[in-house]
């Protein structure tokens, strides 16, 4: 296990290079998604990162660390058991070190025993898929939502856009950048905590972000004034930004009450 650490951390590492001009001049993210089986390993899960993880991240100089679980479906069927872990490193050094830090904090390795220790025949989840992002250059820093009701009816939406190609997929990018679709994002009140280009992961190439709103109809009078704001009517109709999205993932989520994002 040390082993694949250290070879994934590697070869993100090298993987940074490969993005455009800005990376490594902003935030670097990493996205871990637990997939889980059954209500126990949720449990064991979320003790986990309230009481050892996210203490321990903030040790290791981690101010904010997201942890989000996906919204029931409107049809009132039982949302996937998953839980989104968002931690946002200043560089990529910051990253490639946190495992070695975490390995040598006592404290962490006291608290976090029942999941560290969990035996074959009960893991603690079904697996961990993870996601690696550089930030925006419009957007280079995450941000703390304010948003003052309760976490319980907060929409936090996390989008990722699928590009046909490598470069069909930058032209995107180049839309939120240079076209300035984030600046539209946050004179709108979007509440954006992050816009990353997926660097590692599953259904590359793709670009993620996530806004927030206060509820479910607060964030659908946001998109209904994006969609009719002049300023996006133009963008969305220059010639350079047309077909760069092949698929839209939209994913709802709310914040888990220990959750610093």
Known sequence: MKNTIILFTAMAILLLGMGPSFAGKGDFYQLKVYHLSSAEQEQVVDEYLEQAYLPAMHRAGIEHVGVFKPVAPADGSAA????????????????????????????????????????????????????????????????????????????????????????????????????????????????????GEVIAGSTMPNLMYMTTFENKADRDAHWQSFGSDPYWKELSAMPEYQHNVSKNVTTFLYPTEYSDL
Do not use: C, W
Request: hydrophobic share 35%; glycine share 6%.
């Open 80 to 195: 996937e058991r998953l839980i989104y872990v968002l931690i946002p490193f200043d560089s990529q050094q910051k990253f490639a070190k946190i495992e070695a830090q975490l390995a040598k904090d006592q404290l962490y390795q006291s608290a976090g025993a029942k999941y560290l220790n969990a035996p074959y025949s009960n893991p603690p989840f079904t697996r961990i898929e993870t996601i690696l992002l550089n930030a925006f250059e419009k957007h280079p820093h995450y941000a703390v939502p304010d948003l003052q009701g309760p976490k319980k009816d907060r929409i936090y939406e996390l989008r990722s856009y699928e590009g046909h190609t490598e470069k069909i997929s930058a032209n995107k990018i180049r839309m939120f950048n240079d076209g300035d679709e984030v600046g539209l994002f946050k004179r709108l009140g979007f509440n954006a905590v992050f816009y």
